[in-house]
């Protein structure tokens, strides 16, 4: 069992910067390929990010690439989603996940455990 907790959402102008940080349970963390996705109102949740257990390799939604970084602390049990240059499209609530593989960590049904979520919200 990985119970997952994010924290660091809030409210933000377009253009700024917010780190989201998901802490997970147990001491099988470092066996999980960890995720972000997002879901905005009306809309269907989606991938924002993944990143292997070693943390070696990360991958992005188009959407998000250049502007969003994935990054790891295995000693730390964390997971951390460093979002820059914010625009209003990217106001939703991010949930963390943790996937069995780096593929299952993209895919909305094969997500193994999932977080509560964190609002974040960019005003124009």
């Known amino acids: 069992q990985v119970q997952l907790v994010e924290s660091g959402g809030g409210l933000v102008q377009a253009g700024g910067s917010l780190r989201l940080s998901c802490a997970a349970s147990?001491?099988?963390?470092?066996?999980?390929?960890m995720g972000w996705f997002r879901q905005a109102p009306g809309k269907e949740r989606e991938f924002v990010a993944k990143?292997?257990?070693?943390?070696?390799?990360?991958y992005y939604a188009d959407s998000v690439k250049g502007r969003f970084t994935i990054s790891r602390d295995n000693a730390k049990n964390t997971v951390h989603l460093q979002m820059d240059n914010l625009k209003p499209e990217d106001t939703a609530v991010y949930y963390c996940?943790?996937?069995?593989?780096?593929?299952?960590?993209?895919?909305?049904?094969?997500?193994?455990?999932w977080g509560q979520g964190t609002q974040v919200t960019v005003s124009s």
């Open positions: 996940a943790a996937a069995g593989s780096l593929a299952a960590a993209g895919r909305l049904g094969s997500i193994d455990y």
């Open positions: 990143i292997s257990r070693g943390g070696a390799n990360t």
């Open positions: 147990g001491r099988t963390f470092s066996t999980y390929t």
